[in-house]
């Protein structure tokens, strides 16, 4: 089991997700890399008729069908204790055996009060800084030296404190865009969002287009964004924010101004 830091929440180690017929295979690598480095697991089971029966028998795994198809959202179906350590979980990515304990670490040397943590991050680009406008991603495969303050993060590396998941009612806004949903929730708390640092491949992606829930549709079949998506982005970059790309270890060094944001990719 992890060992934890001074300074780290007491609760439950609990790594959330939720998945779908189609995936069960990356469902089992997920639960052999996860489970042992963490007290529990809640997994929702959508469009399932009936948990398997070895992970149903499971007493560290919280199985969870429902009748309606969560989504993305399924991640947070359970509330968590306050003081637990949540991880949300997705089985399209490799996670290697000390990710639980180094993003403990990560989370613990930043301070977890005020702040939700995870590996790919998202920053808005306005324009006016001679840059392209629009989102720049830092892809969680990739390496980045430092953690940085991003604006939002995406919801399959999240980790955070229990008492900064949002409630399943809120996340249902948001069935298929938990980032912008997490994002927002974390906002309107005064959460600030981070980047952790890790080196380049130690998260693994599933690069196989074809597997099962990786494709995405045609350009001309994707559906406009739903009303609460499109606010709580606009809501998202209206926010005045003084962490925004900027490495922790300047922002602490600010005391909390507005430190110049690096341009270095990997976040020296």
Same mark, same amino acid.
């Given at each position: 089991?992890?060992?934890?830091?001074a300074?780290?929440?007491?609760?439950?180690i609990?790594?959330?997700m939720?998945?779908?017929?189609e995936t069960?295979?990356?469902?089992?690598a997920?639960i052999?890399?996860?489970?042992?480095?963490?007290d529990?697991?809640?997994?929702?089971?959508?469009?399932?008729?009936? #948990?398997p !029966?070895d992970?149903? +028998?499971?007493p560290? %795994?919280?199985?969870?069908?429902?009748?309606?198809d969560?989504? @993305?959202?399924g991640?947070?179906?359970?509330?968590?204790g306050?003081?637990?350590?949540?991880?949300l979980?997705?089985?399209?990515?490799?996670?290697?055996?000390d990710?639980?304990?180094?993003?403990?670490?990560?989370?613990?040397e930043?301070?977890?009060?005020?702040a939700v943590?995870?590996?790919?991050g998202?920053?808005h680009?306005s324009g006016?800084?001679?840059?392209?406008?629009?989102?720049?991603?830092?892809p969680y495969a990739d390496?980045?030296?430092r953690?940085?303050g991003v604006?939002?993060l995406?919801?399959g590396? #999240?980790? !955070?404190?229990?008492d +900064?998941?949002?409630p %399943?009612?809120?996340?249902l806004?948001y069935p298929?865009?938990p @980032?912008?949903?997490?994002a927002l929730?974390?906002?309107?708390?005064g959460?600030?969002?981070?980047a952790l640092?890790?080196?380049d491949?130690?998260?693994r992606?599933?690069?196989?287009?074809?597997?099962?829930?990786?494709?995405?549709?045609p350009?001309d079949?994707r559906?406009?964004?739903?009303l609460?998506?499109v606010g709580g982005?606009?809501?998202?970059i209206g926010?005045e924010l003084d962490?925004?790309?900027?490495?922790?270890?300047r922002?602490?060094?600010?005391?909390?101004?507005r430190?110049?944001?690096a341009?270095n990719?990997?976040?020296a």
């Amino acid at each position: 089991m992890t060992t934890r830091p001074a300074g780290a929440p007491q609760g439950k180690i609990v790594a959330q997700m939720v998945t779908t017929p189609e995936t069960e295979p990356r469902l089992r690598a997920t639960i052999a890399s996860i489970l042992p480095q963490v007290d529990r697991m809640v997994i929702v089971f959508n469009r399932y008729d009936e #948990v398997p !029966a070895d992970i149903l +028998a499971n007493p560290a %795994i919280e199985a969870i069908t429902t009748d309606a198809d969560t989504a @993305d959202a399924g991640r947070f179906f359970l509330p968590p204790g306050a003081d637990d350590i949540v991880f949300l979980i997705d089985e399209r990515i490799g996670y290697p055996a000390d990710y639980v304990s180094r993003s403990i670490e990560q989370a613990t040397e930043i301070g977890w009060d005020g702040a939700v943590f995870g590996y790919k991050g998202l920053i808005h680009r306005s324009g006016e800084d001679g840059q392209p406008r629009g989102w720049r991603q830092l892809p969680y495969a990739d390496q980045l030296n430092r953690p940085r303050g991003v604006e939002m993060l995406g919801t399959g590396t #999240v980790v !955070a404190r229990g008492d +900064a998941i949002p409630p %399943i009612g809120f996340m249902l806004n948001y069935p298929q865009d938990p @980032d912008v949903g997490f994002a927002l929730a974390s906002l309107r708390a005064g959460r600030r969002a981070w980047a952790l640092a890790r080196a380049d491949g130690w998260l693994r992606a599933d690069d196989d287009p074809d597997a099962p829930g990786n494709a995405p549709p045609p350009e001309d079949e994707r559906p406009e964004p739903p009303l609460p998506v499109v606010g709580g982005i606009h809501e998202i970059i209206g926010a005045e924010l003084d962490h925004v790309d900027v490495p922790h270890h300047r922002y602490v060094k600010a005391k909390g101004g507005r430190a110049r944001p690096a341009r270095n990719d990997k976040g020296a």
